[in-house]
């Protein structure tokens, strides 16, 4: 099976713009989740998705949002960015089920996002 | 809310010797999962080890093992054999059971270990 997939990679953008993150998740995985990782504050949650639905969110501002489509493919946006929001994105997936391995996230390579 | 806590910001060893970091966490669950994921420099986040707190044995992964002590909320990682592939910066993580609600996909991460691997 193919790995979780993130596009782009890496990303420059400047204050006030906006970016959309992709993520793919392995073949039959339903739950897509997000993290951010920094320097300072590490790895926090951002939000999942599962079918189509967002179930679960982190405490992270409005301008930080995502979607779940049919084929369980992820995106997240986030506006009107700011310094702070430099950072590695993780999506990781998983297949949503309860159960220990249905628990287990398997993690993308990441996009590294730069805000200048 | 729950917590993790990794007390070693760093720590070393030398190839064929045994290192063990450590992680605590708090919880008022009782039914939650434990991992430890290691990033190396690719920054590709790996599931080294996976604990289901129900389970009084502790999980093993060839060179790798953990010290599970529920009451005392403490799961650390021993790495047998360290090699220089062992090089990365090292997570311990906390899931809930629970189903619902803020449980939903969510891994609660504590700060990381750098693991430097000496030859």
């Known amino acids: 099976k193919a790995g979780v997939t993130q596009t782009p990679r890496y990303l420059i953008k400047t204050r006030g713009q906006q970016v959309t993150l992709s993520c793919s998740p392995i073949s039959g995985h339903r739950s897509v989740s997000w993290y951010q990782q920094t320097p300072g504050q590490g790895l926090q949650f951002l939000f999942e998705y599962f079918s189509e639905t967002q179930r679960n969110k982190g405490n992270f501002p409005g301008r930080f949002s995502g979607r779940q489509f049919s084929n369980s493919r992820s995106e997240m946006n986030v506006s009107t960015l700011e310094l702070g929001d430099s950072a590695l994105y993780l999506c990781a997936s998983s297949s949503g089920t309860s159960g220990t391995y249905g628990n287990e996230q398997f993690f993308g390579p990441g996009t590294r996002l730069t805000v200048l | 809310a729950q917590t993790v806590t990794q007390s070693q910001p760093e720590m070393s060893v030398q190839e064929a010797e045994t290192v063990t970091l450590s992680c605590t966490y708090d919880?008022?669950?009782?039914?939650?999962?434990l991992f430890w994921y290691k990033q190396p420099p690719s920054r590709q986040m790996i599931l080294v080890i996976r604990?289901?707190?129900?389970?009084?044995q502790n999980a093993t992964e060839n060179r790798f093992s953990v010290n599970f002590q529920k009451a005392a909320k403490s799961f650390s990682l021993k790495i047998s054999d360290s090699q220089l592939g062992d090089a990365a910066m090292y997570f311990c993580a906390y899931r809930s059971a629970l189903a619902g609600g803020t449980s939903y996909g969510k891994l609660t991460f504590g700060q990381g270990t750098i693991l430097t691997v000496h030859p």
């Open positions: 604990q289901e707190a129900y389970k009084q």
């Open positions: 919880t008022s669950e009782s039914d939650y999962y």
